[in-house]
């Protein structure tokens, strides 16, 4: 942002010109979003918003914040009812949340995620990820005797990049006829739940003991393996 509001009808004027921005994005796609259209739908004249944003990549850039920031308070609401569940019920009900959250607002927040790799995403992107990986964390020490905890920072970014990545991907192709939403989710939440659920390392004490035994009538031993 070229000029921080310090004025409460400064911050007005830039919150109206944010959302203005997401109105034509919404109605005429990204490919044909302008600043002169936004300042014309925020009723301000063209030169009041360039004192806030040089172009409308800053633009951009202050409606893709405030997509993370209202996506992040999503999930720090549903997140807490489901730190109890099983890792099914857990992954499912995030991805169909995030789901029912991008489908809002008049498609903004899926024309903004079907063009993410034209936009800077990596601050909101980051943000996202440690929040996500502080409910990995809280949900792995709820039941610790249930999860893997080995390498948790590595399996949470693993598990998280996954699924945004996917989820990018899937956004961003033209036709999605080849199956549909809950067939992602389902997909996903079988990778996720089945990574978290992969049980505790089997301890080396557990291997196969071998006994010797005298075969009968030769003198010799055979090596049979018993479980201990």
Do not use: C
């Amino acid at each position: 942002m070229r000029k921080k509001p310090v004025q409460q009808r400064s911050q007005q004027m830039v919150d109206a010109l944010i959302e203005a921005a997401g109105q034509v994005i919404a109605e005429r796609g990204l490919e044909h979003f302008t600043t002169v259209q936004v300042a014309e739908r925020a009723n301000v004249s063209v030169g009041s918003l360039y004192q806030y944003f040089a172009n409308k990549d800053a633009l951009l850039a202050a409606l893709v914040d405030r997509l993370n920031r209202e996506m992040g308070e999503m999930v720090s609401r549903i997140a807490p009812s489901l730190l109890q569940a099983d890792p099914q019920t857990l992954v499912r009900g995030l991805l169909h949340a995030a789901f029912d959250f991008l489908g809002g607002r008049e498609g903004l927040y899926m024309e903004l995620l079907r063009n993410w790799y034209r936009l800077d995403i990596q601050r909101s992107l980051h943000r996202f990820e440690q929040q996500m990986l502080e409910i990995t964390r809280a949900y792995a020490l709820t039941h610790v005797a249930d999860l893997r905890l080995d390498h948790g920072p590595a399996k949470g970014f693993v598990i998280i990049n996954s699924v945004v990545f996917t989820l990018l991907r899937y956004l961003s192709l033209p036709n999605r006829a080849l199956f549909d939403r809950d067939r992602l989710v389902e997909e996903l939440t079988t990778m996720v739940a089945g990574y978290l659920s992969a049980g505790r390392p089997r301890n080396p004490r557990s291997k196969a003991a071998t006994v010797t035994r005298a075969k009968p009538g030769t003198g010799r031993s055979k090596r049979n393996p018993v479980r201990i």
